[in-house]
């Protein structure tokens, strides 16, 4: 019953709101640009949400929580179970900690033209993750697991770069990444614990 | 005519925004030349650190802040012929500000609050820090209050007439601030100030990003507004000609104000604690606020066609050529827009969601930003130090060809610095680097491009002392004071009669900000309370 009269009322507003804006005085040419100007930034936003919506092209946002301080004690990610592992399913999932100043394990090996989930935490402060020319990136937050599916095209040495200032260290914090050809590369048998102690 | 107490009052302002500046300008070329490695004996990551941190602050909250302010009080004074409203607060908010940045100071430049202009969370730096951020802000604050008071008591003494289009702006941007720092505000206060005084464990450091996220957008159109507001109400006049349309120059500014607000999760693309329906929301929201920039762009160059075929240009460019090249008003305008039109292709880039993935974190971003804020920005703010100097001071300008080899070095210098930087992130660099110390034959490609910076770097440094002398040798001038020309605000081709209110006044926009607010921010705020999170302890850097 009460609703009734503020239905009309905002109808009245919205049609004098209208009625004020085609009553601006607005140029011939410059009406024209603002059509253009909407229609291009209109192609833009629809490739984007076409892609996100039937192409999954989205950036990594999976809103999972873990407990940073305790990842040691963590099932998924204790350190003998760090790596690349290829799960039931046959999908290959890469399990890394982003730490004070390095990523572990500090060098892996994967498959090229390969569907790869990444899963990156840290165990300390903020870190990010950058493997230069692909779209491997992302924020590594205390307390969130940073998922991230990717496909690298091209076989070769890659670094793996931390892209936040995550403390006077920061510059030292790179590791290594081989990614090798689809058919040169074999499932680790077990755990993925591999690299040196250096970074080279 | 601005009277000597509101002169005092600007000129105090203006100064400290300046000093900011330039020594800030200092640490950035050692920045660039510490970075490159080619002198060795500079390899500090204490020091570079120290020193971002600090050249971040003092251009991103101290420099715009303090411009801003002496700019608001210069506007509404002179267009709507009105003395500041309340001196002694005005005053108030200048020295609680001034001693908020002398307090960040301290830690800052003793290397004890190396993190970063972001703040980092779970780093912590001293409290002082973050108390003396937060001085600084409030004091900004009752700059916001003057100006919105001011806008209020001559809407009341002048009813059914347009508000001045300068003061219309000013008043959107001091509205726009007030909104943009509660996010920052929300997150020191209840986050970092707690968190530096061990009187909470732990926090979220996704709430935090998120709530940084909330302020980290808007916060540069705060900075831009007073160059859009340059170029609508001064520009056209110092050209020779008239305003293209004040009708659209208000729609601008609102959209601008309004949009700005609700799309602060394109810095968050790559972070994990938000999902990917809000990021795209957000994403959208990127694009709208676009469209006032095209819609400036296209009012601004069509005033200067204008005053081009005023002045006897002819052709379909020819009036380009006809152009005042030589008034430091109207050179600043081209110079800003050719910057503009290639950091907006960049910020497109950014904003386009998964493509971020590409450039998140690289230099390509400092080098967007940098073209955007120290090119596009900042050089209205040289050009409208050089025209409010000589009214603020009643001297003629120390020598306006020095101004003109001014704002062409600053031009030249930041075409040099950002196109390299902008190639290094394509390249893959990481911003935020001290040094490059990677095993990897990728870092060979972008040695040249670091060598290149030094050289932009030093040529914006040079540009920027000519400009600290040149504003010095006006105000010591031993002339006596008798330049009396006043400011001159643009007139637009169809003269304004009547606006609906909603054109000429920020209420209902601000109700407008408050839903678009609540339905963007309100469960990506909400979700850290219902979801089962660990928090972080504090770390030092």
């Not at chain 2, 302020?215 to 507001?229: E, G, K, S």
């Not at chain 2, 955007?372 to 920005?377: K, L, R, Y």
Request: hydrophobic share 55%.
């Amino acid at each position: 019953m009460q609703k009734e009269p503020i239905k009309p009322k905002y109808d009245q507003l919205l049609r004098d709101f209208a009625a004020q804006l085609r009553a601006i005085h607005i140029d011939q040419l410059e009406r024209k640009w603002i059509t253009l100007s909407m229609l291009v930034v209109g192609l833009f936003v629809g490739i984007i949400t076409i892609d996100a919506f039937f192409h999954g092209v989205n950036p990594p946002s999976k809103v999972e929580t873990v407990d940073s301080a305790s990842l040691h004690l963590n099932k998924e990610f204790a350190e003998d179970n760090l790596g690349v592992q290829v799960d039931a399913k046959g999908n290959v999932v890469i399990r890394m900690v982003a730490g004070r100043y390095s990523f572990f394990p500090k060098h892996i090996d994967v498959p090229a033209e390969t569907p790869l989930t990444f899963r990156w935490v840290s165990m300390d402060v903020l870190h990010g993750v950058h493997i230069p020319m692909t779209n491997m990136s992302t924020m590594i937050v205390p307390g969130y697991v940073a998922e991230i599916t990717t496909t690298f095209p091209k076989p070769g040495e890659y670094p793996v770069l931390c892209n936040e200032f995550c403390g006077l260290g920061h510059n030292h914090m790179w590791s290594n990444i081989s990614v090798i050809a689809k058919e040169d590369w074999t499932a680790p048998v077990k755990s993925a614990v591999k690299g040196g102690s250096s970074n080279d | 005519m601005i009277d000597a107490a509101t002169r005092k009052l600007v000129l105090s302002n203006l100064w400290v925004a300046f000093i900011a500046f330039i020594v800030a300008c200092f640490m950035g070329e050692y920045q660039v030349l510490e970075r490159s490695g080619f002198i060795p004996a500079l390899d500090s990551p204490t020091v570079y650190f120290a020193s971002v941190s600090t050249h971040g602050v003092l251009m991103a909250f101290v420099l715009t802040i303090f411009f801003i302010m002496g700019f608001g009080y210069t506007i509404a004074t002179t267009s709507l012929k009105q003395a500041v409203w309340n001196k002694p607060l005005a005053w108030g908010g200048f020295w609680l500000a001034l001693v908020g940045v002398v307090l960040a100071a301290i830690p800052l430049l003793t290397g004890k609050a190396s993190v970063l202009y972001t703040f980092y969370p779970p780093m912590v730096a001293p409290a002082v820090f973050y108390i003396g951020a937060t001085l600084l802000v409030v004091g900004s604050w009752v700059w916001c209050a003057i100006m919105l008071v001011m806008f209020v008591q001559w809407k009341k003494a002048n009813p059914g007439q347009a508000v001045p289009l300068a003061m219309f702006a000013t008043a959107m941007n001091a509205l726009l601030w007030l909104w943009t720092s509660a996010g920052v505000a929300l997150e020191v206060l209840f986050q970092l100030i707690p968190f530096s005084l061990g009187w909470i464990d732990t926090i979220d450091p996704g709430l935090s990003r998120t709530l940084f996220a909330w302020t980290l957008h808007p916060i540069v159109y705060f900075w831009l507004i007073p160059a859009y507001t340059a170029f609508y109400v001064f520009v056209p006049k110092q050209a020779g000609g008239f305003l293209f349309s004040d009708e659209m120059a208000r729609l601008a500014f609102i959209v601008l104000a309004v949009f700005a607000l609700p799309i602060g999760f394109h810095h968050l693309y790559m972070d994990p604690e938000q999902a990917k329906g809000w990021k795209l929301l957000h994403g959208i929201g990127t694009f709208v606020v676009a469209l006032p920039t095209l819609v400036t762009g296209f009012t601004v160059i069509a005033s200067l066609e204008i005053a081009g075929r005023l002045r006897g240009g002819k052709g379909l460019f020819g009036w380009i050529l006809s152009l005042p090249w030589t008034n430091t008003m109207v050179l600043s305008v081209i110079l800003s827009l050719l910057m503009l039109i290639f950091g907006g292709f960049g910020g497109i880039v950014n904003a386009s969601y998964a493509m971020n993935a590409m450039i998140h974190n690289t230099a390509w971003v400092p080098g967007h930003f940098h073209l955007i804020f120290a090119g596009t920005t900042v050089i209205m703010y040289f050009a409208i130090a050089y025209y409010l100097w000589p009214m603020l001071v009643k001297k003629p300008l120390f020598s306006s060809s020095m101004a003109l080899v001014q704002l062409w070095t600053w031009f030249i210098g930041m075409s040099i610095l950002t196109t390299p930087w902008h190639v290094l992130g394509l390249l893959g660099e990481p911003r935020r680097i001290s040094s490059v110390v990677y095993n990897n034959l990728l870092t060979l490609a972008w040695k040249p491009y670091e060598f290149m910076m030094i050289f932009g770097g030093l040529i914006l440094l040079g540009s920027a002392c000519l400009f600290i002398y040149i504003l010095a040798k006006t105000q010591l001038n031993p002339a006596s004071e008798n330049f009396d020309e006043q400011i001159e605000f643009a007139e637009p081709i169809h003269a304004v009669e009547s606006l609906p209110e909603w054109l000429n006044d920020f209420k209902l926009w601000n109700k407008v900000i408050a839903v678009l607010m609540a339905i963007s921010f309100g469960y990506p705020i909400l979700q850290f309370f219902f979801m089962d999170t660990s928090g972080s302890s504090p770390w030092g850097f």
